[in-house]
């Protein structure tokens, strides 16, 4: 079976942490990617050389690989040039994802020198994109697979309601595997993403996020000092 065979139709879930995060470890985000696999999911997402590698050793699912960078002077920090391709690439992922708007880069890196620099690395090129523009752009220069991550998050998506599901329709136009990233909090969310026309769908901060999630429930709690308190408490 194809890697994409093996995504299509299943949910990958993206296990990550903000940095200093009392998660940020690669020892538990692999125990996190290794419950994702217990438990149904049909691929992880993963950020860094570290956490892959700590992954690798107990998830046999295909692994979607991306490093974080920032340069400054440059929006793209979604393995925005070749050389976190080749970092992220030889960590033993099948697939790497890449910022695919069409924002500066350094170097002078575009769409096209990623893509051929992932697939001279032996993976699969995911584009992370924004509009259906920066999709048809990918497509053409030979990503495999176009996803809807960046939506919402460039000057020009700002305010976009997520999940960006009039996106995946736009995409399923195209030849290309299709996924719905981004927004996805309810598992009911992710039957509509399928609807729509995605191949397979991400969902990360509704399940990994552990901080997202406590902030959430603790935010209702008496104690955090919102919302309206209950007479015992008075």
């Not at 020198?113 to 001279?120: F, R």
């Amino acid at each position: 079976m194809s890697v994409l065979d093996a995504l299509r139709g299943g949910l990958i879930v993206s296990v990550q942490a903000p940095a200093g995060s009392a998660i940020d470890d690669p020892h538990v985000l692999a125990a996190m990617a290794a419950s994702a696999q217990a438990n149904g999911a049909a691929g992880v997402r993963m950020q860094g050389v570290a956490n892959v590698g700590a992954a690798r050793t107990r998830v046999s699912l295909p692994m979607i690989g991306i490093i974080k960078r920032a340069y400054p002077g440059f929006e793209p920090y979604i393995t925005p040039t070749v050389g976190e391709v080749r970092e992220i690439a030889a960590s033993g992922v099948e697939i790497v994802a890449f910022d695919a708007t069409g924002r500066a880069r350094p170097a002078n890196e575009t769409v096209e020198t990623l893509v051929e620099a992932i697939h001279a690395a032996g993976c699969i090129a995911m584009a992370d994109c924004a509009s259906a523009g920066d999709a048809m752009c990918a497509v053409a220069a030979g990503a495999e697979i176009v996803a809807t991550t960046l939506c919402g998050y460039t000057a020009e998506t700002k305010g976009t309601t997520l999940p960006a599901l009039a996106l995946v329709g736009e995409f399923a136009e195209l030849e290309a595997f299709v996924i719905c990233e981004g927004g996805i909090h309810r598992p009911e969310g992710v039957s509509a993403a399928f609807d729509a026309g995605a191949d397979a769908v991400v969902v990360g901060t509704a399940i990994t996020n552990t901080d997202w999630l406590v902030g959430e429930f603790a935010a209702r709690a008496p104690k955090s000092g919102s919302g309206a308190v209950p007479k015992r408490f008075r």
